[in-house]
């Protein structure tokens, strides 16, 4: 089970601790104060709100910081790196104990975080990973495999359409980890199998009405040419289906519907019969960001990365399934 191996990882970063002491006398009970004694502050710079995924993120880390007694300065950055730089700098200029940062896109960080190490801050990335020539600019990554995301919805794929059929592919942000390794591990699969075809590809900003717009234009473009859609995420996928929906097709019959990240939204679509398949990616990472963080403040060496083990549902699956779902 994916709560299971997902605790199993995180076992494996807390134990990573080079056989210091932990600081807390009792384990599990909640660590609210910084060293020096008064309440824990922790920055936590968000990319937006573009997505169930994402609010389920938001969530996590919200109610795990309350309810460690950690006081969370939370910036919702609406989707640009510009605020996100902005919003660090606030937290440098604040003085914050740690710092928890979800990253838009991979590059344009390091003059910001190296502003950060020179004040001593860590700095925890969730779900994204930066491009960074310095490793040590920050202290953990805690997120899923993208570039596997990306093969398992190519393999399900493949098998689905038995290696025949005109995909098109709606893309995450542009310059975003998740779309850039979801995409190079879909093509890896597809390009083994010379009957599929990707016809078009384009951003559809992780978002349900981005997504329905780009498959409005696919759907003109290409028709009755298209046999399946790769989305990125589930929300692009919704849209997507409204947009199949509206131009007289059945989603999940007529064209198939593939996606990741396992929201409710994306169950309830499955068992109405909409969506064929989607590849689960935890957003439930507040306990694993926290754990880091006091890990790293009792002076531990935690794991350059730890990753998140994710399951693939579909129809046959998701009417069992969708009662446990936790996002
Ligand atoms: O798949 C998508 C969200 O970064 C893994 O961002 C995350 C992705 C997630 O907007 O729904």
Redesign the pocket.
């Known amino acids: 089970m994916k709560a299971f191996s997902f605790s199993l990882a995180l076992a494996a970063l807390a134990l990573c601790s080079c056989g210091e002491k932990s600081g807390s006398p009792n384990p599990g009970t909640p660590q609210p104060q910084g060293s020096t004694g008064k309440k824990l502050t922790v920055g936590f710079s968000q990319i937006g709100a ?2 169930a ?2 609010s389920a993120e938001t969530d996590s880390i919200r109610s795990e910081a309350e309810k460690r007694g950690v006081d969370l300065k939370f910036s919702d950055a609406q989707q640009k790196q510009e605020n996100q730089i902005k919003a660090l700098r606030t937290f440098v200029a604040n003085g914050v104990d740690a710092i928890i940062l979800a990253p838009v896109v991979e590059t344009g960080w390091e003059p910001v975080l190296r502003e950060i190490k020179q004040a001593n801050i860590p700095v925890v990335l969730v ?2 990973g930066v491009k960074v020539s310095d490793e040590s600019l920050y202290s953990t990554l805690i997120a ?1 495999d993208f570039v596997e995301e990306g093969r398992r919805a190519g393999e399900w794929l493949a098998k689905k359409l038995e290696g025949k059929g005109n995909i098109v592919e709606l893309e ?1 942000t542009i310059g ?1 980890a ?1 779309a850039i390794d979801r995409k190079k591990g879909f093509h890896e699969v597809i390009d083994k199998n010379p009957g599929m075809k990707i016809l078009r590809s384009q951003s559809g900003d ?1 978002t349900r009405a981005k997504g329905k717009e780009v498959m409005e234009a696919f759907l003109k473009a290409e028709g009755k040419n298209i046999n399946a859609v790769y989305a ?4 692009m996928a919704l849209g997507a289906i409204q947009a199949i929906d509206e131009a007289g097709m059945k989603p999940g019959t007529d064209i198939v519907v593939i996606s ?2 396992g929201v409710k939204a994306a169950f309830e679509a499955m068992v109405a019969g909409k969506l064929n398949c989607t590849v689960e ?1 935890n957003p439930l990472l507040g306990p694993a960001a926290f754990d880091a963080i006091e890990a790293i403040r009792a002076g531990k060496a935690v794991e350059k990365k730890t990753i998140a083990k994710d399951e693939v549902f579909d129809q046959s699956t998701a009417k069992d399934v969708i009662g446990s779902r936790k996002y």
């Open positions: 573009e997505s995924w994402r779900d994204r899923s995450g975003a998740p992780f990125h995420n589930d929300d990741i990240d990616c």
